[in-house]
């Protein structure tokens, strides 16, 4: 799982004291608040002890575009033509019905 915002990870750990394990994390954030996006981030961290939440905000998985659709991500992820460049800098080319989704409703005619 990963997750868009950290933010919601540092409020749900704002009392939890360090060291923790993963363990006590996941358990702490499911008390704080149970079946939220942060929680299920945090289930995802790898095993391990963390000494201050700035090591838990840089070890949970996060999504570093957001914006992107499925078929963008798949497209990327398929269709590189540069090594060493992160798979959501990579161009894209939309479909049609992408591009209709995407338009600014403020654009249309009348």
Do not use: C, W
Not at 31 to 53: C, F, H, K, S, V
Not at 83 to 106: F, I, K, Q, Y
């Amino acid at each position: 799982m990963k997750i868009k915002d950290t933010g919601q990870i540092a409020d749900l750990l704002n009392d939890i004291d360090f060291p923790a394990s993963k363990q006590q994390i996941v358990e702490h954030a499911h008390q704080a608040g149970p079946g939220t996006e942060a929680e299920r981030a945090l289930a995802a961290l790898p095993l391990g002890d963390y000494d201050n939440l700035q090591e838990v905000l840089r070890s949970v998985p996060t999504d570093p575009d957001p914006g992107r659709s499925a078929s963008e991500r798949d497209y990327q992820r398929t269709h590189h033509r540069k090594s060493g460049l992160a798979e959501h800098m990579r161009d894209t080319e939309r479909t049609p019905v992408e591009e209709e989704l995407r338009r600014d409703p403020g654009s249309e005619r009348r």
